[in-house]
């Protein structure tokens, strides 16, 4: 395995990280709400599609910003706001998607006296997959940090992150923590906790790099069977929300083909064409020798409550399967 070697986490008594705010233990609802639930309760409860609901990321540029997060990691942390949000700038307008990532339990010490951040920049696209980290002994050089991919050493190693950014949405920390925990418990070199990944209502949320497999609804046992199947080269289909360099379309018809087969393995299907009309899409994928045309539907929600924050219920979209053929 090559790569920056892993900096030890030394386990805190605490049960959250300090600055976050919110513990694992218990969801409180906020005054005044009557029959408030947790978003994630909510979702389960209704029983919410998962299938494209990935947010869309090609590229991704991992920072390790080790203190404690407020609502946007790199605005509101140990790193300077103003460093952060032209940190943020640049890569998005480089197509890259930031993500801080962090170790779990770690002492507040090492939390505070932060002295080097590790990066990673990771490529999802299909036949480009790749990984390579380096490191920074000041922040301010993600400034100049090449965004081509040649910086950093390659890695065969994969990632695990687990969204665990308590600010951002409290299901994040109630499901997202002891998901985090218990896989670092398991794979400590491999795994990180993040911050948000899009799609409270899904926690706890997790994500597979290089490939940018966006997972939801992940218990600590389904966190280590996607790590289980993902050394294989293969998904966890009930629980995969997306891949991340898809459109949301592809990663619904990906969904529809893999239940129509029963091929879990990651690079079963290739989207070749998308043809939007008047009650969806037409979606050509080709698995195999095969090309299989997949007919997605969309329909709204009814009006829901999408993040513990959100106040105003409203629709979303929902993709339906119509059919899968081959040709």
Same mark, same amino acid.
């Given at each position: 395995m090559t790569g920056l070697p892993p900096r030890t986490s030394v386990p805190d008594a605490g049960s959250g990280s300090p600055g976050d705010g919110v513990r694992a233990e218990s969801v409180r609802a906020p005054a005044g709400a009557g029959e408030w639930m947790p978003c994630s309760d909510r979702a389960l409860?209704?029983?919410?599609?998962?299938?494209?609901?990935?947010?869309?990321?090609?590229?991704?540029?991992?920072?390790e910003i080790e203190s404690g997060w407020g609502r946007h990691a790199f605005f509101d942390s140990a790193l300077d706001p103003a460093l952060g949000a032209r940190v943020v700038a640049r890569a998005e307008e480089a197509g890259i998607r930031p993500l801080?990532?962090?170790r779990t339990r770690l002492r507040a010490p090492l939390r505070r006296d932060q002295t080097s951040w590790r990066w990673a920049l990771v490529d999802c #696209? %299909?036949?480009?997959?790749?990984?390579?980290?380096?490191?920074?002994?000041?922040?301010? !050089?993600?400034?100049? &940090?090449?965004? @081509?991919?040649?910086?950093?050493e390659p890695s065969e190693a994969p990632i695990y992150a687990?969204?665990?950014?308590?600010?951002?949405?409290?299901?994040?920390?109630?499901?997202? #923590? %002891?998901v985090v925990e218990a896989l670092a418990a398991?794979?400590?070199?491999?795994?990180? !906790?993040?911050?948000? &990944?899009?799609? @409270?209502?899904?926690a706890a949320t997790m994500i597979a790099f290089p490939e940018?497999?966006?997972?939801?609804?992940?218990?600590a046992e389904d966190a280590s069977r996607v790590v289980e199947r993902h050394a294989e080269g293969r998904v966890v289909p009930e629980l995969l929300r997306g891949r991340?360099?898809?459109?949301?379309?592809?990663?619904?018809?990906?969904?529809?083909?893999?239940?129509?087969?029963?091929?879990d393995r990651i690079a079963a299907f290739r989207p070749l064409a998308e043809h939007p009309h008047p009650h969806g899409w037409?979606?050509?994928?080709a698995h195999g020798e095969d090309r299989l045309t997949v007919e997605v539907g969309e329909r709204l929600s009814e009006p829901l409550l999408s993040t513990c924050a959100a106040t105003i219920a409203r629709p979303v979209r929902e993709f339906v399967p119509v059919s899968v053929s081959s040709a």
């Amino acid at each position: 395995m090559t790569g920056l070697p892993p900096r030890t986490s030394v386990p805190d008594a605490g049960s959250g990280s300090p600055g976050d705010g919110v513990r694992a233990e218990s969801v409180r609802a906020p005054a005044g709400a009557g029959e408030w639930m947790p978003c994630s309760d909510r979702a389960l409860q209704r029983d919410d599609p998962l299938a494209g609901t990935a947010g869309f990321g090609e590229r991704w540029l991992l920072v390790e910003i080790e203190s404690g997060w407020g609502r946007h990691a790199f605005f509101d942390s140990a790193l300077d706001p103003a460093l952060g949000a032209r940190v943020v700038a640049r890569a998005e307008e480089a197509g890259i998607r930031p993500l801080a990532i962090r170790r779990t339990r770690l002492r507040a010490p090492l939390r505070r006296d932060q002295t080097s951040w590790r990066w990673a920049l990771v490529d999802c #696209r %299909p036949g480009r997959e790749g990984i390579r980290w380096g490191a920074v002994d000041d922040p301010a !050089e993600l400034l100049t &940090l090449p965004l @081509d991919g040649s910086a950093g050493e390659p890695s065969e190693a994969p990632i695990y992150a687990v969204c665990a950014h308590a600010r951002h949405d409290q299901c994040c920390a109630v499901r997202g #923590r %002891p998901v985090v925990e218990a896989l670092a418990a398991e794979h400590p070199e491999l795994t990180w !906790e993040c911050s948000h &990944l899009g799609g @409270d209502r899904f926690a706890a949320t997790m994500i597979a790099f290089p490939e940018g497999l966006l997972y939801g609804r992940v218990g600590a046992e389904d966190a280590s069977r996607v790590v289980e199947r993902h050394a294989e080269g293969r998904v966890v289909p009930e629980l995969l929300r997306g891949r991340t360099c898809l459109s949301t379309v592809a990663q619904a018809a990906e969904a529809f083909a893999r239940d129509e087969t029963g091929d879990d393995r990651i690079a079963a299907f290739r989207p070749l064409a998308e043809h939007p009309h008047p009650h969806g899409w037409t979606v050509e994928l080709a698995h195999g020798e095969d090309r299989l045309t997949v007919e997605v539907g969309e329909r709204l929600s009814e009006p829901l409550l999408s993040t513990c924050a959100a106040t105003i219920a409203r629709p979303v979209r929902e993709f339906v399967p119509v059919s899968v053929s081959s040709a």
